[in-house]
């Protein structure tokens, strides 16, 4: 929201200063996001005069023109239409800066004549569409005065963001009234002569009670749709809106100065009276924003005998739209349902600065005020004849009733205020406070629900900044630690990955319907989504890894290495998990090994097997399974379970069909580590066991075995690991051969197993009877030793 201070102080008697106010704003909750001089960019353009005015001898369209602008005449070379002698202008010297392109002007031979600068259209600085011509200002202009002095520009614009909560304060009447309640001055009243209509008002009602409880309007004839006014037009320009003609200037101007959306229709286009309803499934409105739109049966519009000229609320229809040429309008106010709004905004995808208002709340009690506000702006700019106003349905004005203790604001909000204090207050911001202290809020502030909410507005007005800081009470001694073994689970491993060359990403907890669609689909499916591409609450982190890793390859990333800690949202609730996407080159290309590598199912084993060891899970008791799920290629993935049911983690490669959904070129390998189903440790004391390194030397010793090509590598490591608990302390594959010698539907297996001897040394009988054990071990999955 912004307005100008200038804009700001009609509607309060103040003398206070533009630092205050932007401090005083800031204090009671209207942030101060910055605030900009529009005029400082005109500083160097002055008022000046064409002295004279003669053809360019090189050019039919060019004149070469005398101008003073204080200092003596200057010679310039113009090409506007309406350049002649006498006409008062806008002259920007050499080393101005034109706004409009950040041209720098400077002396310059134009078609062989020197022009020492620029006479300036309205567009280049600016100010308005118009570049047909040169800026014409009244003969009396006093020369030399700089622009923005002369034409009031030097009105400084304050940005506020309004949360929200605070409807009330989407009108520059309502911030000005917060001030007010900061005793920063005193409010002026609304001084607009009432209007006194003759014959019938216009034909217009409601259909859709709940949509739109209350359609009041009033016909304006015989007026004259020109230009508006230029204090009107320069406030609507401060603020960002373009100028477009008296009647679309006033529905703005209403809008920003009270907070109260209107819309104009030209009689002349409608077939009968107006009406709002809901939309027929499939009706279609061409907006003013130029675009068709297609309606649902839960919108509500306003619509004539013929067709739909209004989405109810947000925008108005091209069909009806006001031109230069309109003579008659009708002038509709009306109270539109802020949920229904909001429903409607999100799902056309259209935004407007009257949806940005309905959607909060406005004042359901200022229907016909503002009405009569906005045909009385007609009636004074464009002239012509109001009727009576029309007035249907009835806006929901009931206001709550809050039974409110004083006491509250010390107990609650932690600052005592005098009771009388805190009425005053109240009052000052448009609550009724009764003797017993029920308070009723303003209609305006939906937002204001009880007790709480009122110590709210009590504590801002005086400042949270008075509020004491009061410590909370710490017993004695060595603080306890707070961290649950949840939290110091997820603390290990995320150092962990990062210490491995993982960059750690944060993406959405929501996505797209397609995006889940892609991975099986989600439980969790938002009703009312803050956009349609965050509608579905993650069933896993990978789509959001996946457009990341996309993101990075297409902009000339190698290689990357992501990872997320987060959590999925499944059937049975929320899952912290973590997980990791490899895609592109593992390895560039070198002069050791050739080309570039690519990521591989191993990678991600390695990386899923290296993160549950740094989380604490017992990876030597850990088995490879299949059934890694839809999303993950078939042959190229697994889990590794604690037994055939409690799985860990899933890695391996992602399916080409997951990766295509996400336009992620070449493969990707990926891990998913459901850290929930981590094991938690055995209670034990804080003190670490001494470091005991063994006595005496390890052994190792090779086996190579022929297995059918169902049996896994991991399948026979874990039996020879069984063989001797005692000794054997670790295995591991080192070759796998298929091949010549080697009969069809085998391979060749080769395993280390290390022994480690305890109180004495291994004898060759000992060494024996081990390997005899690990042979009978491998013999119960169909191996047998290769000769």
Known sequence: MKVTLDWLKQHIDTDASLETIVETLTRIGLEVEGVENPGAKLAAFRVAKVLSAAPHPQADKLQVLSVDAGDGPLQVVCGAPNARAGLVGVFGSP????????????????????????????????????????????????????????????????????LPNRPDCMGVRGIALDLVAAGLGTAKPLAYAPVEGTGAGPDVRTDDAEGC?????????????????????????????????????????????LGRPLHVYDRAKLSGGLVARKAVAGEQVLALN????????????????????????????????????????VIECAYFDPDGIARTGQALLLTSDARARFERGVDPAFLEQGLAIATRLVLDLCGGTASLPTHAGTPPTTRKRIAYDPARAETLGGLAVAPERQRAILTALGFAVEADWTVLPPPARRDVDGPADLVEEVIRIVGIDSVPATPLPRAAGVAKPTA????????????????????????????????????????????????????????????????????????????????????????????PTLSVVLAGEARPRGWQNGKASLFTAFDAKAEALALLAAAGAPVDNLQVMGDAGDAWHPGQSGTLRLGPKTVLAAFGMVHPLTTRAFDVDGPVAAVELYLDAIPPKRASSFARAAYAPPALQAVRRDFAFLVPDSVSGDALVRAARGADKAAIVAARVFDVFTGTGVEPGHKSIAIEVTLQPGEKSFTEADLKAVADKVVAAAAKLGASLRG
């Not at 508006?228 to 373009?242: C, F, K, V």
């Not at 956009?531 to 190698?558: T, W």
């Open 95 to 162: 080393g101005a800066t034109v706004p409009s392109n950040g041209m720098v002007l400077k002396v310059a031979a134009i078609r062989g004549v020197e022009s020492n600068g620029m006479m300036c259209s309205t567009r280049e600085l600016e100010l308005g569409e118009d570049h047909d011509g040169i800026i014409e200002l009244p003969a009396d202009a006093p020369i030399g005065m700089a622009y923005p002095d002369y034409a009031g520009l030097n009105d400084p614009v304050i940005e506020i963001n309004v």
């Open 213 to 257: 409880p209350a359609f009041y309007a009033q016909s304006v004839t015989g007026l004259t749709n020109g230009t508006a006014p230029e204090w009107m037009r320069r406030r609507l320009t401060a603020i960002g809106q373009r100028s477009i003609s008296t009647l679309v200037d006033i529905t703005n101007y209403v809008m920003f100065d």
């Open 290 to 329: 130029g675009k068709t739109y297609t309606l649902a049966e839960t919108m509500t519009v306003i619509a004539d005998a013929g067709r739909v000229h209004d989405i109810g609320g947000i925008m108005g229809g091209e069909d009806s739209g006001v031109t230069p040429e309109t003579t008659d309008v």
């Open 484 to 575: 649950t073994p949840a939290q110091r689970l997820e603390s290990r491993v995320r150092r962990a990955a990062a210490a491995r060359g993982l960059n750690e990403t944060i993406t959405w907890s929501f996505l797209s319907e397609s995006q889940a669609e892609a991975i099986g689909g989600g439980t969790w499916t938002l009703a009312n989504p803050i956009s349609e591409e965050l509608k579905v609450m993650r069933p896993s982190l990978l789509p959001g890894l996946l457009s990341a890793a996309e993101r990075n390859l297409k902009r000339g990333a190698g290689g990357v290495r992501l990872f997320e800690l987060g959590r999925r949202y499944l059937s049975d609730g929320e899952r």
